[in-house]
């Protein structure tokens, strides 16, 4: 089992199991982490310090604003991939970088 991670919400740390995340959303200053049950919990912090705080092998960066983990990719594109129904573009630069993550069978 992985060590839960915690998020303010109301005045209070709320646990929250990575295993459940299924993407990252930066908004301004803000990223959102949206979760399988289609919650999300918004905190202060950059992209990329919310994904220091996550398991580097589930989560892949597609994007500079959008990360997603691996375990709720449904399909890929060149320009994006779903997630839960949700599209997360992939830029060009990080698209090689999203493929050597994966497990592909050929």
Not at 5 to 16: A, D, I
Request: glycine fraction near 4%; charge should be positive; charged fraction near 20%.
């Amino acid at each position: 089992m992985l060590h839960p991670l915690f998020v303010w919400q109301n005045k209070k740390l709320k646990s929250v199991n990575p295993e459940d995340v299924m993407c990252l959303v930066t908004e301004g200053n803000y990223t959102k982490i949206v979760l399988s049950n289609k919650t999300y919990h918004m905190v202060r912090s950059s992209l990329s310090t919310a994904l220091k705080s996550l398991p580097a092998n589930m989560f892949i960066k597609t994007h500079r604003a959008y990360a997603a983990s691996i375990l709720f990719i449904d399909n890929i594109t060149r320009d994006h991939l779903t997630v839960g129904g949700e599209i997360i573009p992939i830029g060009r630069q990080f698209y090689q970088g999203v493929i050597k993550k994966l497990h592909i069978i050929e």
